[in-house]
Nanobody, 126 residues
Framework: QVQLEESGGGLVQAGVSLRLSCAAS??????????MGWFRQAPGKEGEFVAA???????LYEDVFKGRFTISRDNGAKTVYLKMNTLKPEDTAVYYC??????????????????WGRGTQVTVSP
């Protein structure tokens, strides 16, 4: 069984940085076979794609997050990170980590991801 567990969220003030982590576990889970993604869902809004990193290390971002958010991964630690800089109140959301098999190229659709974490809350105060 595959589990993804996010951590690193919290209540912060606008302008600061935060790094989220997503630890993958599961006896048969080979992270090198998966693209890893981050999504978020703000209160009353649809979930949205934030960033993904392919198994080969190629990073992909939703345009609005380019230059401010950075995704990275450590396959040895089975962990994916999302570094968020200059946080804004509108970044307040639950952030979810997800994994999809690398053979599926579509990276920003929630339906293409096989495994999901339970999310970590990020709240940014003005």
């Amino acid at each position: 069984q595959v589990q993804l567990e996010e951590s690193g969220g919290g209540l912060v003030q606008a302008g600061v940085s935060l790094r989220l982590s997503c630890a993958a576990s599961g006896r048969t889970f080979r992270i090198s076979m998966y693209d890893m993604g981050w999504f978020r869902q703000a209160p009353g809004k649809e979930g949205e794609f934030v960033a993904a990193m392919r198994a080969d290390g190629d990073a992909l971002y939703e345009d609005v997050f380019k230059g401010r958010f950075t995704i990275s991964r450590d396959n040895g630690a089975k962990t994916v990170y999302l570094k968020m800089n200059t946080l804004k109140p509108e970044d307040t959301a639950v952030y979810y980590c997800a994994a999809k098999v690398k053979t599926i190229r579509h990276h920003n659709g929630q339906s293409t991801y096989n495994y999901w974490g339970r999310g970590t809350q990020v709240t940014v105060s003005p």
